[in-house]
Nanobody
Framework: VQLQASGGGLVQAGDSLRLSCLVS????????MAWFRQGPGNEREFVAG????????SYKTSVKGRFTITRDSANNTVDLQMNSLKPEDTAVYYC????????????????????WGRGTQVTVSS
């Protein structure tokens, strides 16, 4: 199973980016998905996630209203639309697959993720 994240880059505060994660090797239609991030000197933290059905989403408080997570199970992708970016959003962003099929809620714990992408760098300048 491989997760390939793309879409990161260097932007200015207030700009937008769209991250995309393509999963290959297995279907993710039955698994919750999530995005995490890790800034310099920080632990990896939950950013956004959604259930297998896509009906339930969860967001880190500081990104609510600015970030939107979506999935296309037919194409095995999960995206993160990031608007109104701030310098504190600077981090390496990772997509992840929840290890528990059909989990009814969104897990925010890195330990609940089974597969991880390599990450894509997002840098927001002030």
């Amino acid at each position: 199973v491989q997760l390939q994240a793309s879409g990161g880059g260097l932007v200015q505060a207030g700009d937008s980016l769209r991250l995309s994660c393509l999963v290959s090797g297995r279907s993710i239609s039955g698994n919750a998905m999530a995005w995490f991030r890790q800034g310099p000197g920080n632990e990896r933290e939950f950013v956004a996630g959604l259930t297998a059905s896509g009906t339930l989403t969860s967001y880190k408080t500081s990104v609510k209203g600015r970030f939107t997570i979506t999935r296309d199970s037919a194409n095995n992708t999960v995206d993160l639309q990031m608007n109104s970016l701030k310098p504190e959003d600077t981090a390496v962003y990772y997509c992840a697959v929840d290890r528990t099929r059909a989990r009814l809620a969104v897990s925010t714990r890195p330990g609940d993720m089974e597969y991880w992408g390599r990450g894509t760098q997002v840098t927001v300048s002030s």
